[in-house]
Every structure is written in structure tokens, then in C-alpha cells.
């Protein structure tokens, strides 16, 4: 439906420019079996990406707000649970707030974070404003040049797989960029509530524990640096 | 700091182990003087994780994160990065995640540079508009019973919590 568009958007610009994917096929197709991976995710596309393929479930942690937090709340997450595999799934507009947790993720490095950045190149939710990203900045040379080594920009279906490995494979941290078509995301209605999501969060993967401390043997931690 | 003989480092210390025996894992910090022997201890602690920051604002995504988990974090910061956090804050007061910082103080008792006086005055206002408690320093006597304080008050009690190293603690820097 080549007329279904958001307003405003230049869909023929975009896909000339290389935004050419369906974020409701390919972020699925990308990602795989979701039980694998604990998320967090962005603010309002990827939040509803991840929502609506995991039926909002309790492995997940979206944000609604407090943007520029979602790559570090990754990280928060990834250091605390080495035995887990994070998934930070969020998109342009929210890692442009806060490049410089590129350069601190990539100094610790942990192998156990993956970055996927679902990149439209738009604000989706204000509008579809054109992004930094529609305007020559690229956030592969920005990962890489921050220090993350597994960096690699998709834009092709043929693509999807070596990125799906590269999310859950390797010895350091993991950053792919998703190239998307601007247009909207599921159309999922998450919880928004933050303190209902980390209660449900923490019930899901702690149990009845209040934290890793009342563990008998709490799991060995591993030193990144 | 507040003297040549030995006493910061004695209550740094001593803070450090606290920290420790409470099971605070993940170190997050901008690098600063005032907080010079809790970092430098973290980096050396093969069961603590040293976290160093861009900005500020990193650190309180990232200590969200560690409680997502079930591991404890602290935030050690300056009061000018108190500025750098507020929206993210929102993060805190919003999810209703544990929260402590430790801020050393600056345009405080005895400062000699004008910049630091706009922010670190600002810092209990702004930090409690944002829901976040603060407990002020100014003996080396009350660093101990005031951080143990904090750590029930954040890990129990669930709330949010800035310990304010004063510069009647530090010392004002020397221009």
C-alpha cells in the first residue's frame, strides 16, 4: 500500500537512501527465538517492536521516557548477569542521545551485550522529523571508531543472518545497525508503568530473591578490565 | 583535602569496605578527586566492577540496570554531574529502582572558583524536585554512620538516596 505511509515522510528519498527493510519483518527475523536474550529497549518503535514480538513479556524492560538510558541500562544488566544474554534493542533518535555509552561500553566490552539500533533515520513518535542519521551520520563508524570491534550495518534481507549471529555469538560486545524503512512499528499497546515492569522483570529472573546477595553462592562475577 | 595527615584516606577506606560488605558490585564514575581512593580500590577489587563514564547521566541508566539483575551499584560523582542526571532520573523515581550516589561537593564551603557555585548550589534542590534524598557531610567521624544509613535506606528501603561529601569534609581546592 504504497499510499499507507506516514504523512510526511519522503518514502521514496528514504528507500534511495538505503532505509528499505520492514522493521515488523525483519526485527522478528533478525532477533529469532526471544526467550534467548533478557531486553531493553528504546522508547517507543523498538519498545513496541519487542512488546509485540514477546507478547510484552517479563524478559523485557521498555522504556517510555528517560531518553538516552537504554544502552546503559544494557550494560547495568549485562555486568550484573554474565551467565544471561542482553539485548539492547532501541533506536536511532534514543542512541543519538547518548553516544558517549558507545565509548564506555566499549571500554568494558562485555561479550554477553548485544546493540541493535532499528534505524528509520526519523523521530517516529514526534512526527518523523528527519534524524541525524538521514543527514549523513553513521552510526556503525561511530560504534567502531568508539572501540566496539563487531560492528556492521544491515540494510538487505540477504544480511539478516550473519546479523543474527553476530547478536549472539563472539568474545565483545556486539553493535548492528538495522536499517528500516520509515514507517510505523507494531501497533502493540505495552505497560508503560516503569515500576510495574521492573517488578515483573526482577520477579521473572530473580524469583523470590530480593537481589543476587541473598544467593548462597552468588554467581562468581568476571572482571572486564 | 581537608588535611595532609592521612584521615581521608582513613574514612575513604573505610567507606570502600562498607560498600563492599553491603554487596555493592558495580562502581560507576566520572573520574574525580574527592572520590580518588573508592575508584582507585574498585579498579583493583577483582570482585567489583569499575565503570567509567562519559557522563553522568550514564550512571544512573546503568545502576537501573544492575538492580534489573539483582546486583548493587553506586553512582560517585561530583555535584557539577548532578546537573547531567536529572532527566534520567526519571528512570528512578518513575521505575521506583534503588538509587545511591555519592557526590563530592564543590561551590560549597570555602569555594575559590566562581563556575562551580551555579550547579553546586543547585544540587539539593534539583536532586529533591527529582525525588532524590539528601544527606549531607561535614565530619570524617559522620561518613560511615551517615553511608550505612543510606545503604538501608536504598537497599532496603528502596528509595533514593545522595550522600553529600561536603567541602567542609574534602576541603575547598586550592586556586
Redesign the interface.
Known sequence: MPNDYPQGVDMAAAIAAGFILDRRDAVPKLIGRHEDFLFVTGLAGTARDIAALTQDGAHIYTMAGAMGGACMIGLGLALARPDKRVLVATGDGELLMNLGALATIAVLNPANLAILCVDNGHYGETGYQKSHTSLGVDLEKIAAGSGIKRARTLASETELAAGSRMLREGNGTAFVVLKVKPDDPPPYKRNMDPASCRTRFRGALLGGLRDLAQRKRPNERRKFM | MADGNGSAARWQDELYDLLRRH?V??FAYVPDAGHRILIDRSLAD??????????E?????????????????VLLMQSSGTGNCI??L??IK????PFLTLVSMRGDFGEGNPWQYPMGQAVEPVLQAMGVICLRIEQPEEVVPTVSAALTMV?QGGSAVAVLLTQKLLGAKAF
Do not use: K, Y
Open positions: 554487596n558490585t558495580q577483582p570482585g567489583a566492577l569499575s565503570v567509567a563514564l562519559t557522563t547521566e550514564e550512571g544512573v541508566a546503568l545502576l537501573a540496570g544492575a538492580d534489573l539483575g539483582g546486583a548493587r551499584g532527566n534520567m526519571s528512570l518513575g521505575g521506583h529502582f537497599f
